[in-house]
T-cell receptor
Framework: QQQVKQSPQSLIVQKGGISIINCAYE??????FPWYQQFPGKGPALLIA?????SEKKEGRFTISFNKSAKQFSLHIMDSQPGDSATYFC?????????????FGKGTKLTVNP | DTGVSQDPRHKITKRGQNVTFRCDPI?????LYWYRQTLGQGPEFLTY????????KSRLLSDRFSAERPKGSFSTLEIQRTEQGDSAMYLC?????????????FGSGTRLTVV
């Protein structure tokens, strides 16, 4: 059972455009929602993260929007650049029960055309 | 380079052989995690160590898989009697504090191909 559903699977945007990636989760115990960026041949790198007590978090061109009632969160990349071309993963974890694992979505391959 | 180091970067093995991967975490990190990533999928959790203690294991970690972190520093992941379904990228991550909310640092992974 996939606990974090991510869409779209792939996304193509023009330079300067807005990239939007969406995720939905099922487990109401999740209380930490990070986004990771992965370039080919590299491991994922933490991009930005949010907790459910806030509805939005912004870091530079990257913004997470969080809707607790809908159990959805999204990543917005403003002014997208060719260097942003990578695979993006949403993830979730719960601080309850002592587990320290992250549950990842299937990823979105973003291509930003110059 | 003070990042997470994984060795080897690539491994090709024949079905039925045993393989062992090594992970060297960031030196001051006491938590170490193993994940597996197949093509087109997100990483899936395998196991986690705090110092030398293995505190959590996924059901994905079958009897053929074993992980160790003998002195709380580097870790090894061994797969016995490899199967074609074991072909994947094996990722190691480390963290200095509890909870993923403090941020994992991932290594670049070991890509395993079982032929």
């Amino acid at each position: 059972q996939q606990q974090v559903k991510q869409s779209p699977q792939s996304l193509i945007v023009q330079k300067g455009g807005i990239s939007i990636i969406n995720c939905a989760y099922e487990n109401t115990a999740f209380d930490y929602f990070p986004w990771y960026q992965q370039f080919p041949g590299k491991g994922p790198a933490l991009l930005i993260a949010i907790r459910p007590d806030v509805s939005e978090k912004k870091e530079g061109r990257f913004t997470i929007s969080f809707n607790k009632s809908a159990k959805q969160f999204s990543l917005h990349i403003m002014d997208s650049q060719p260097g942003d071309s990578a695979t993006y993963f949403c993830a979730a974890s719960s601080t309850q029960g002592g587990s320290e694992k992250l549950v990842f979505g299937k990823g979105t391959k973003l291509t930003v055309n110059p | 380079d003070t990042g997470v180091s994984q060795d080897p970067r690539h491994k090709i093995t024949k079905r039925g052989q045993n393989v062992t991967f090594r992970c060297d975490p960031i030196s001051e990190h006491n938590r170490l995690y193993w994940y597996r990533q197949t093509l087109g999928q997100g990483p899936e959790f395998l196991t986690y160590f705090q110092n030398e203690a293995q505190l959590e294991k996924s059901r994905l970690l079958s009897d053929r898989f074993s992980a160790e972190r003998p002195k709380g520093s580097f870790s090894t992941l061994e797969i016995q009697r490899t199967e074609q379904g074991d072909s994947a990228m094996y990722l190691c991550a480390s963290s200095s504090r509890g909870r993923p909310s403090y941020g994992y640092t991932f290594g670049s992974g070991t890509r395993l191909t079982v032929v």
